[in-house]
């Protein structure tokens, strides 16, 4: 009797797993014998590209604003150091050299920040 119900208690949380999986979509395929079976649907991995997007324009905003305010011979000397510093210092100057993009906004930043 006991072990009756430790098969039934499988049965269910494996129906359990199986219904939460389905949660999130499923397909149907035709079996060889004629009957419609349900699938789940893998989950696929979506990348946010809204979010990366704003995060780079973020990014070149903050390069060009520290450009307009710090001007474009102390950025590099700024950068200079960094660039003498470790690797992830290195990796850092790489990272914040100007570029044309900070460039362009740093120019139209400049004269509404002086």
Do not use: C
Not at 34 to 46: K, S
Not at 55 to 78: E, Q, V
Request: glycine share 10%; net charge positive.
């Amino acid at each position: 009797m006991v072990d009756a119900h430790v098969e039934f208690n499988k049965r269910l949380r494996k129906i359990g797993r199986k219904h939460q999986a389905m949660e999130r979509g499923y397909t149907t395929k035709l079996r060889s014998d004629g009957l419609i079976v349900a699938q789940p649907v893998r989950p696929r991995i979506q990348v946010p590209i809204k979010g990366i997007a704003l995060l780079l324009i973020a990014f070149f905003g903050f390069k060009g604003f520290l450009l307009a305010t710090l001007g474009p011979t102390t950025y590099d000397d700024r950068l200079a150091n960094l660039r003498e510093g470790t690797f992830v210092e290195k990796v850092g100057a790489w990272a914040m050299q100007a570029d044309g993009a900070t460039k362009f906004i740093a120019g139209h930043l400049g004269p509404i920040l002086r």
